[in-house]
Nanobody, 120 residues
Framework: QVQLVESGGGLVQAGGSLRLSCAAS????????MGWYRQAPGKQRELVAH???????NYADSVKGRFTISRDNAKNTVYLQMNTLKPEDTAVYYC??????????????WGQGTQVTVSS
């Protein structure tokens, strides 16, 4: 019932910045949590950042101080501002949303991924 559309990926030089967006649409009562994951070639998918209603954002240690997650509740959109990018940040970034349906059940949705490439 939830569809996610990601945008904002691209190619940047080390030290540059990118801003990822993920917009949720569909039939749901509310979004309880939104987050970003990433997966580099040969690596496991890892949590980058997430934010839940009523809680402070959480970040992976590797991105603390450089990345910022934020939400626009009116637009059902989550953003990931990525500053001081490093080659190690190169990965496919996936948006993840946990939504509550009108019945009260939980619905999990994943974005299709957006490529972020950081060159040396």
């Amino acid at each position: 019932q939830v569809q996610l559309v990601e945008s904002g990926g691209g190619l940047v030089q080390a030290g540059g910045s990118l801003r990822l967006s993920c917009a949720a649409s569909g039939r749901f009562f509310r979004i309880n949590a939104m987050g970003w994951y990433r997966q580099a070639p040969g690596k496991q998918r890892e949590l980058v950042a997430h934010i839940r209603n009523g809680n402070s954002p959480n970040y992976a240690d590797s991105v603390k101080g450089r990345f910022t997650i934020s939400r626009d509740n009116a637009k059902n959109t989550v953003y990931l501002q990525m500053n001081t990018l490093k080659p190690e940040d190169t990965a496919v970034y996936y948006c993840n949303v946990g939504a509550q349906g009108y019945s009260g059940s939980d619905h999990i949705a994943w974005g299709q991924g957006t490529q972020v490439t950081v060159s040396s």
